[in-house]
């Protein structure tokens, strides 16, 4: 079953565009030269992350179908580039629709195409670029063969019937990881490779993802993006059974004190959900049913819901799929904080590494974690439940 991905979607296109954190490349210059064909608009807007990380836009004027640009950046970078007309207001949700990603790099490059049709806008000598292009061959006809689905899915309010339509999208995200995966382990010293797996990595393996970057040569290793990539691989080893599980302390849906140190002595289930996660609502009938099987041999669960912005939607579907059961408790999300890039304490995602949902994490009487379940990092349901029958049908 395809999980509810975590990640906010302008997060993923401003860590994508802008980096994480600010750049110590060495200074490095490129040089656009644009040669347009039928072009109305007057002047390129192009953004992107200069040589000290900080946002960079730049306006050029268009005079007879030409321009030229100039930026110091450190090593490629993705760039968005606009045309308009001289006093055109372009609000935010017209953007995407107005804009094209490149990845400029040190040199000249050059701009061709009709600004009217975005699609013909080619970017050349640029290598990066053209691993780029490499990879949307591949991913986007996959992509436009799964729209349908993901148009009915937006339109269908049958809590059921999307569940249904939800499931559909397996076999197209496992043909998108694939390839991806392949051009990763192609392109190993690539930025795009570099920049891609600041995202994949909630979709690939522990495994894949540390052979990935122990792939990466000294030159991809030593950017800031690179080093905070092994700081979230590390982060989520840190996490995995056998090691201990991190302690927290929270206030539950009925307004008492929980801790982690609370069910010391017990098996005790994390289950990470949320009440607009599909597949989290379909899952939970299962682990009601092992939860009733269990509980008399000491074993609890601890319902972790990313709601904190929708308390009312929370209860509600609490009482409806009558997990009210077991304890209730939010996560501790904080968007402000993740726009900001600041490391959260109080967030139990960030804790444990959540990166999809549903996911389940069983941590034993001594406080140990003994099995991870659901997301990409461990197994499946049917692992967990080999797991609990391991435990307590003996």
């Avoid at 079953?1 to 802008?18: A, N, T």
Wanted: aromatic share 10%; proline share 4%; with cysteine.
């Amino acid at each position: 079953m395809k999980k509810c991905e975590l990640i906010v979607p302008i997060i993923l296109l401003l860590c994508l565009s802008y980096g994480f954190a600010k750049s110590q490349d060495t200074v490095k210059s490129f040089l656009i030269k644009g040669h347009l064909s039928g072009t109305t608009e007057d002047s390129v807007v192009i953004n992107y992350q200069d040589v000290a990380g900080k946002y960079a836009n730049h306006v050029k004027l268009i005079v007879n179908n030409e321009f030229t640009l100039t930026g110091n950046i450190g090593h490629p970078v993705i760039a968005r580039i606009m045309f308009k007309k001289a006093g055109e207001v372009i609000t935010f949700n017209q953007q995407d629709s107005r804009m094209k990603d490149f990845y400029i790099e040190p040199g000249v490059l050059i701009l061709t195409g009709n600004p009217a049709d975005l699609k013909s806008i080619k970017l050349t000598g640029s290598k990066t670029e053209d691993e780029f292009e490499e990879l949307q061959s591949k991913t986007d006809p996959i992509r436009a063969e799964m729209k349908p689905l993901e148009e009915a899915f937006m339109k269908e309010k049958d809590t059921e019937k999307a569940a249904a339509l939800h499931d559909g999208f397996d076999p197209y995200y496992t043909r998108i990881k694939k390839v991806t995966y392949q051009f990763f382990l192609d392109h190993p010293n690539s930025y795009v490779t570099l920049d891609n797996m600041k995202y994949c990595l909630s979709t690939m393996s522990l495994d894949s993802s540390k052979r990935i970057y122990n792939n990466f040569n000294n030159e991809l290793k030593a950017t800031i993006a690179a080093k905070e990539l092994a700081t979230k691989i590390q982060a989520i080893t840190a996490v995995m059974p056998g090691n201990m599980a991190p302690g927290f302390t929270k206030t539950d849906i009925n307004g008492k004190p929980l801790s982690l140190t609370d069910f010391k002595g017990k098996y005790v289930m994390l289950d990470f959900w949320a009440s607009w996660c599909v597949p989290c609502r379909k899952s939970n009938p299962h682990m009601i049913g092992l939860y009733k099987k269990y509980k008399s041999k000491g074993f609890d669960v601890i319902g972790v819901a990313d709601d904190d912005e929708t308390h009312a939607a929370w209860n509600a579907a609490i009482i409806k799929d009558d997990v009210g059961i077991w304890h209730n408790i939010l996560r501790g999300v904080n968007f402000q904080m993740i726009l900001k890039q600041i490391n959260n304490p109080d967030d139990l995602d960030e804790k444990y590494s959540i990166a999809s949902i549903p996911t389940k994490i069983l941590i034993g009487p001594d406080g140990k974690i003994l099995g991870r379940y659901g997301d990409s990092y461990g197994g499946t349901e049917e692992d967990m439940d080999k797991m609990l029958a391991s435990i307590f049908d003996r």
